[in-house]
Structures are given as C-alpha cells and as structure tokens.
C-alpha cells in the first residue's frame, strides 16, 4: 500500500473536484485542504463535492502553507498567480503542481525552477496529454505515416464565459490582468505535444486576433521544423469539428482530441482507416495524479514526462507567440 | 432549344472527359475537336471514351484554330502553357475557358484579359467551387455563424503522381517548368472561394516545404481579413481527413470537399448539427459547363461569377505564397 500523501487544492474552478476524484482514485492522495479565497465558497464546494467535513478550509496560501501535514499542493489558480503561489510552496517545502501554463512566461517559470531545486521539492506541470496512454500509441505508431509532410492540430472551443464577456462581466477567462486568452488556455494543448515529439521549433510564426480585453479571441501558430510545418489554429469565441493530424507520405494519425487523445486512427495512404486508440479513464487527469503519485513516491523532483525543460521549450513559444501577437500580460512587465 | 456550341478541347488528362461529359449533358455543346499532342493518343482517347469518329484529332492548337467551325476552346494543358495557347485561342477570334490556375502569374492573365477585350471573345476561369448549387446555400446560410472569429480550409491529397516523382519519373504534377506545385493545383480551391466571398485579403503569410524539384509538397497560407484570419493547409504528398470551415461567435458552417461542396453542415454554438447541402451532379464541372453555355448564350465576354477581377485577385494571391515560399516559375522570368 502507497503512503497517502496529503493534498491541498488552490482554486474551486471546474477542474478542481476533477483533480481531487483522479488524486483519491490513484491511491496515493487524501484531500486535506481547500484554500478559497472566501471561506464561504470553500464550504459550499466541500459540501456540494461530498468532501470529508474535516478538510480544512482555508481563506489564504500561508494557512494551508503553516499546516505541516499538507505534504502536495495542486494550484488550479488564474494563470497571473501560478508564480508567486508555487513561490510559497516551494519555499514552505511542499511539493507543487502547477496547471498549464505553469507561468505567465518563461522569466517566472526558471526562477520556480530554480527555487524548486534549491529547495528539493517537486515541481510539476499538470499538463495532461502526454500521460494518457494513448499518447505512447501514438508514438508507437508514428512510424506508420512514414515521411511527415505536415501537421495540423486544432483546439477552438466556445468558453462557457464568452457570453459573459460579451455582456461586459470581465470574466477571468478573457481577463488580461489574469494571463488568460486562447493560446494560454487552449492553444498550449496543440503546442505542448508536437514540442515533446519534435523539440523546440525553428521559427515560430502567430497571427491572432483580439478582444478589447488585450487577450487573443482566436489565433494560428506555426511551428517550423526541418522538413515540415505545424499548422495550429486555437480559439475560445468560435468552434471546429476538425481533429490534429499527424500527416506522411505513407498516412496520416488522426487525433480527435489533441488534450486528452480519446480517439486515435491511422488513415493510410488508400484511405483506409484502422482505430488504434485504448480505452481511457474519462476522467484524463487521473493519468496526472497516478504519474504525480508515482514521481513523488520514487524521491523524485522531476517529471520523467512532462520536465523542466519541455515546460521551458513551450513557455518559450507561447512567449514568442504573444510578442507576435501583441497580448502582453502585466506578469511581463513585473 | 440551345444553339450547340462547337467545343474543341485541348489536352486528354482525366479531367477532360468529365468536362466533354459536362459540356454535352448542359445541352449547350458538342465535341468538335481535340487537340493532342500525337495523333495516336488522340485516337485512343478518342475511342476509349467512346466519342463520334468524326471528332476531329488535331496535333497542334494551330491547326484546331484554323477550324472555323470552332466556338470555344476547353484548355488542360499544363499550367504553364495555360497563356500562349490562351492567347492563340483568342486571337482567332476563340472563347476560351482555362483550367485553374488561368495563367502562371497574374502579369500573364492581365496580358490575357486585356487581349480577350480587345478581340471581344469570353475568357473564363474553370475554377467550379463557386458555381456548386451548395455554395449558393452556403451564402445564404453564412449569417447563421454570427460574428466570424476563424476560418480554416484544407486540400491536401496525395498525388496518384507522387510515387512516379519518388521514383524519378519527373510527372508533371511536381514540374516547376510546367508551372505546377501543391499551391497551384490545391491550395488554389482554398483561396478561391475565401477570396470571392470576403475579397482580397489585408496580408498573404505563406510557408511551404519544397520539393527537390523547387515546387512546393505542402504548405500553409494564411489570408488576414480586418476581424479574422482564414487558415489554409494544402498538400500533393499527405492527406486529411480535415474539413473546410467558417467558424463564428454563434455556429460553424462546415464545408466537406472545398473544391465541389459535397456537404454543408451547419453546427450551431451547441454542437447540434444540421445538414444544409442539397444533392449535386456527381460530375461537378456539369455547373461549369452550364454557366459557360449561359454565358456565351447571353452575349457576355465574361463569367458573372467567376470574375475576370476575382481570378486577378486570386493570382495575386499565389504570386505572393510563391514569392514568400520561394517557388520560382520559368514564366516568372519571361
């Protein structure tokens, strides 16, 4: 039986109770603490989740950061506040996992490096895709395409909270101030894959289009390597039926789902289609909280998967990606 | 009933019996002659489509123009050689309707559009998107998205000739001196229809990985309009299974098939799908036959659709992929 790890969640959002059920499932955490910035939504999201009445609700960082039994934080916070709230962990010895992108930019994410070593603790990109199992067939499969001629991957998807944008509520999704838009949010899932399989690009090239708010409403991302090009098209304020491709001379990998990879087939060059994806949990995050699990259980302070250095190569692009295209967060300027 | 036209045509690669086929069943035509390069494929193209043995078999367009009997030249040949046989169609006193792309450049279809004034005979672009009966349904649907936020468009098929180029057989379709390359013979339905229905772009932004042979295998085009862009990926040498897409604030309309419209949908903000297409003539150039026939029928010297201004526009357009790309035509330098 694993040692259970004590966990605190930072943040209510949706993600959260889905982070918490794939930590329980995988054996190696028990919700410990819940830090909401108002006590009384804390209590209605333990309550409304079915929590245990003895996690320990906490209004601040430094209060769960003071309890020496939280032994994990997983931080689900906006984007602008990864940095100084994995900052405090880190310094108060608790491991962390931060949600994608772990920073506002690659400036932040070295320091936490940095301060992560010093320290001896885990720092961890909560990034999901390559964990799932169908990322390794995928790999298994590359092959199969034969010569790759050209790659397509898509993420476009209407927020929940455009409506409320649109009715002038500011929402943190499309809020500057909070590091938000659609390539931190979405477009990071096309990015972050093709980096692992391909490394750091050539050249980047960005085209987006913005909302009055400073973030990009819809954008492309183009990552050139040697012999061929990633074509990536993000949006939060319109949506696409399309899957990610992976296209050779000899066929093409068809994902449908660049996050979470549900759906995998091989399509060669005849036309013919061949399923090659497994089943999956439907709850993808459990492949983070199983990996989390596992890491820390070893002594490790790094992700064999999702490292340092591939969380640097794409904070890196989406770096690049936003001085193309003019989104500049005050996180930039501190 | 219709006056029957006599159509010669020039070249006997597969598209020239769909476009006989076409031309006969629109009522407005009747093969007249056929202009081979040697007799005995034209003999055999002849008999192995089953035309009338009084089909006239011409080795040379010179020969074919002197045929008084002659009213309008189908020409498809090889791109590059699209303008000479243009001009000597209309010089002796020939319609004429050219094969995407019209011309190599948009400074030869400029010549040509200025000559077939000046001789008073129809000069039309092939190009069959915008004659489809779906992409009027289309149009009447395109308010249905909303706001636009993101196109998307793809063409990328492997070429039946991409073995032969593989194994050095040097097939037309991959032959820079013949004016040829992924952009210009599928990337082009992509621009097409983006170009007519929200005119020339602000920017091109155009990338491609060449062929030993200097013509493109694949590449992406992006078309900057003042509130989206359109993001196009073509390829001879790797396929999609992707659709074609306009994506807005309240819905996608997805276009399967760029090229013919085979199927419209409508996906409204919900993700309910409804089928907009109405059924078509398997042998979409039928479209383009019948306005032809229209067209010439009317008294008209050019298409009311397929604009001498838009084909200018569209030229435009791939002058600016090949000059950002990098692929370079012996007609460039004419």
């Known amino acids: 039986m694993n040692k259970k790890y004590n966990l605190a969640v ?40 079915g929590y245990d009445s003895d996690v320990v609700i906490h209004e601040n960082i430094a209060d769960m950061l003071n309890d020496d039994k939280v032994d994990v934080v997983y931080l689900a916070s906006p984007n602008a506040i990864h940095f100084p709230q994995a900052a405090a962990c880190i310094k108060a010895g608790k491991h962390v996992i931060v949600e994608k992108p772990m920073t506002s930019n690659t400036r932040e994410l070295l320091s936490l490096i940095a301060l992560a070593k010093a320290n001896n603790v885990l720092l961890m990109d909560a990034m999901k895709s390559l964990l799932c199992p169908n990322f390794s067939i995928l790999v298994d499969n590359l092959s199969r395409v034969g010569r790759i001629r050209q790659c397509t991957s898509t993420y476009s998807k209407i927020s929940s909270r455009y409506q409320g944008y649109l009715d002038g509520n500011n929402p943190n999704t499309f809020n500057r101030m909070l590091s938000n838009g659609s390539v931190m949010d979405l477009g990071v899932y096309c990015i972050h894959p093709f980096v ?39 949006s939060k304020t319109c949506a696409t039926t399309n899957s990610s491709e992976i296209q050779g001379e000899d066929g093409t990998i068809v994902i449908d789902n660049i996050s979470t990879l549900t759906s995998l087939k091989f399509v060669d060059k005849k036309g013919e289609e061949t399923e090659i994806s497994a089943p999956q949990d439907p709850n993808s995050i459990f492949y983070i909280a199983q990996h989390l699990g596992e890491t820390i259980s070893s002594g490790l302070k790094e992700s064999a998967v999702n490292t340092h250095a591939l969380s640097t190569k794409v904070l890196t692009v989406l770096d690049e990606v936003r001085r193309q295209t003019g989104v500049r967060f005050p996180a930039d300027d501190r």
Chains 1, 2 share one sequence.
């Open 10 to 49: 930072v943040g209510t959002n949706f993600i959260v109770p889905r982070f918490i059920d794939a930590a329980e499932r995988s054996g190696y955490f028990h919700l410990h603490s819940i830090v909401s910035r108002k006590t009384q939504s804390g209590l209605c999201f333990r309550s409304a989740n």
């Open 196 to 234: 692992h399989l391909f490394g750091s690009p050539e050249q980047v090239h960005a085209y987006a289009d913005l909302l009055d708010s400073g973030v990009d409403a819809a954008g492309i991302v183009i990552l050139k390597y040697p012999q061929f090009h990633v074509n990536i098209t993000h």
